[in-house]
């Protein structure tokens, strides 16, 4: 900072600007006098104020110090300060540059074994500071004479002059010696080695070290990498063991705890496994939440903080009550808005309540967009891998599943933490994090052993963690919509009912052959009745068919016949009234519907029998010896009806007597024909009457 203070021909002077008020005054003036006045009055000879300097082009208009009267003198060392040292300071410091090239050879300096170790950023901040007031030292000492001039001195002892200054000089973090002698020695020192002269010696290559061979390392290091977790005291003693045979220096504990800090990467997986070297130590890459609904499902079990009561018979026939039950969720979560897309509760995490979770995510999204839709990509945890990975695989177009024991992967684990501590705390059946952990995220147990009779049975416990969902759902449903429509195209995969049932169905464990009324199926001890309105479903009625379904929505099941062929999706069979009183409207339409459906069928026997009917015609016309067989005669006419079982059954006796009859008049036919022609033969070649 500008100080007003300047020696000017040996003779201290202060700056008019900083008295003045009126015309180019400092910022910082005092503000006693005008400029007008100032000038009358250094120049009259009954004042006391002597001018000590005009002022011109880069030179301030002085004013001697001592000439000012005492009041002014009082006020302004108030202000500024003590003049001689201000003036010091102030000189100092209006030669103080920072050195960036000092900066620069710190940053850039190594040390170490290998030369991989770097200053720390504190280090090379004050190094640089203490290179640079170095340098306005070196500028003040090569400049003595200017020096002194500005102090007002003729001689001084300028050591002393400079480590006065310097410990004075405290605009920069610099720690620089306080006693002259010690200054000298900094300096000359900085001048013959340079930046590096201000270097402590504990940044230079350690030359004491007692693990210096190859052998030595690799031997401690796979001691600290030992899965036992060795303390360094032990490993010490097993490594000195070797040691004093080698004739290495040995070692101790505090040793060992070194390498051990500078081998953490080599020995971290042995010491705490492969799972925490990659959760802790290695490269993970960073994720953002997507940008709209549906892009990314994840989903895990959650043993829930929350405890019910649940009441057992023993063996003795004695019931028992426990209070430390908890319930499991399965939540499906949708990562753009942490929204819990679908969730089930149930004892324990389960293949079966995983899929009731998904069930419930699907149907939720009909809920929401009028039909089912399936994300575009989906994440899970390697429970039960091998049973439901074909499960995911049908839920989704990608499925992703987590890397093994890498929790960080998955997004939904934070989301079970902000539901713990925004809803479950709320309630006095909370459990606190980690029932038995011991952790100070626990309820006050006594409290909760007084409380655990209230607490809700399992119904009680279901309905808190339902509410807890419904209330996440509510804040969060208006976003999720609202984003929804900038969900592209491309990336919306509606999921049909019969991919849904196939995916996620539940099996009747029975199968069901179709009849005229449709399929009769027994759903959890109920019996329903399912018909499809598929032509096609009544040409396979000779199947035997298995039933997928959900007990969310029974208005529709999947039909599979056995050789998994042939499915149909089945609607719940329509109950006609069967009272003319009782009929409504649907009761006609459904009576319009089947009846349309009949005419379709019968229409296509028909159109069938027709066309059977022209292709036999024309292909017994081009094989005319067909003409006789019985198959002609049994077939349809050309007319393609239908003829019925016991026309049939009385054409065929019929159709069999004509044939029978026609061979047996063409063999007897042939049989006349052969006598006759033996007769001939022996009238015309034997004369009986020469043997007579």
Not at 209 to 219: C, F, N, T, V
Not at 285 to 303: E, I, V
């Amino acid at each position: 900072m500008e100080t007003p203070y300047k020696y000017y021909e040996k003779k201290l002077g202060f700056k008019i600007k900083y008295l003045i008020y009126d015309r180019d005054y400092h910022v910082d003036s005092l503000k006693l006098i005008s400029y007008r006045a100032i000038n009358w009055r250094m120049n009259s000879d009954t004042c006391i104020e002597k001018q000590l300097r005009r002022g011109s082009l880069g030179c301030d208009a002085l004013v001697v110090f001592d000439s000012l009267s005492q009041d002014w003198k009082d006020r302004i060392t108030t202000k500024f300060g003590k003049p001689k040292e201000e003036v010091k300071k102030s000189w100092f410091a209006q030669h103080y540059v920072a050195d960036r090239e000092a900066f620069d050879f710190y940053i850039g300096y190594r040390y170490g074994e290998k030369n991989s170790k770097k200053l720390e950023l504190d280090t090379i901040e004050q190094y640089g500071y203490n290179a640079s007031v170095l340098n306005t030292v070196l500028i003040m000492k090569n400049n003595r004479k200017q020096y002194l001039k500005a102090l007002g001195y003729t001689s001084v002892d300028i050591w002393d002059s400079l480590s006065r200054d310097v410990n004075a000089f405290r605009d920069v973090d610099h720690n620089l010696p306080t006693t002259k002698d010690s200054l000298r020695y900094k300096v000359n020192k900085y001048v013959k080695e340079g930046y590096a002269g201000l270097i402590s010696g504990k940044f230079g290559m350690q030359n004491a070290l007692k693990i210096k061979e190859r052998e030595q390392e690799a031997l401690l290091d796979e001691l600290l990498a030992k899965h036992t977790n060795l303390d360094n005291t032990l490993i010490a003693t097993v490594y000195n063991a070797i040691a004093e045979q080698k004739n290495w220096p040995t070692i101790t504990a505090q040793t060992v705890g070194n390498r051990k800090e500078k081998s953490n990467l080599v020995i971290y997986a042995g010491r705490n496994g492969v799972s925490a070297l990659s959760n802790n130590i290695l490269m993970q890459n960073k994720r953002q939440a997507p940008t709209s609904p549906m892009l990314y499902w994840t989903l895990d079990g959650w043993d829930a903080e929350l405890l019910y009561q649940k009441s057992t018979i023993d063996k003795k026939g004695y019931s028992v009550t426990t209070y430390h039950n908890r319930l499991t969720m399965v939540v499906v979560l949708d990562p753009f808005n942490k929204y819990p897309v679908g969730y089930a509760i149930g004892t324990h995490e389960t293949p079966e309540l995983i899929k009731e979770a998904l069930r419930n995510a699907f149907n939720h999204t009909a809920e929401l967009f009028g039909q089912r839709f399936k994300p575009y990509q989906l994440q899970s945890d390697n429970y039960q891998k091998k049973a439901l990975t074909p499960v995911y695989e049908a839920c989704t177009k990608y499925y992703t599943p987590a890397a093994v024991k890498n929790a960080k992967a998955k997004v939904i684990e934070p989301y079970f933490a902000h539901i713990n501590k925004t809803y479950c705390k709320l309630m006095d059946n909370w459990s606190g994090f980690g029932v038995g952990s011991g952790s100070k995220n626990q309820p006050n147990s006594e409290m909760l052993a007084k409380l655990s009779r209230s607490f809700p049975d399992e119904i009680g416990c279901r309905k808190q963690l339902e509410s807890i969902i419904a209330a996440e759902r509510s804040k969060k449903q208006k976003q999720y919509l609202e984003q929804w429509e900038n969900t592209q195209e491309t990336h919306r995969l509606p999921m049909p009912t019969e991919n849904y049932l196939l995916a996620l169905g539940k099996t009747t464990g029975d199968t069901n052959k179709l009849e005229g009324s449709g399929l009769h199926i027994k759903i959890n001890g109920v019996k329903r009745t399912y018909d499809c309105f598929e032509l096609d479903f009544r040409q396979q009625a000779h199947q035997n068919w298995n039933i997928l379904y959900d007990d969310n929505n029974l208005n529709e099941v999947l039909a599979i016949s056995a050789d998994q062929k042939y499915r149909f999706v089945l609607q719940d069979k329509y109950i006609q009234s069967m009272a003319i009183a009782e009929h409504n409207e649907d009761d006609g339409w459904q009576r319009q519907r089947v009846k349309e459906y009949n005419n379709t069928a019968i229409k296509f026997i028909t159109d069938t029998r027709e066309d059977n009917a022209n292709v036999l015609d024309q292909f017994f016309n081009q094989n005319p010896l067909l003409n006789d067989t019985l198959a002609k005669h049994l077939l349809t006419d050309s007319r393609g009806q239908h003829k019925d079982n016991k026309s049939q059954q009385r054409l065929q006796p019929e159709a069999e007597k004509v044939l029978l009859k026609q061979e047996r008049t063409i063999q007897k036919a042939a049989e006349k024909s052969w006598q006759d022609e033996q007769n001939e033969y022996h009238n015309n070649k034997i004369d009986l009457n020469n043997y007579i």
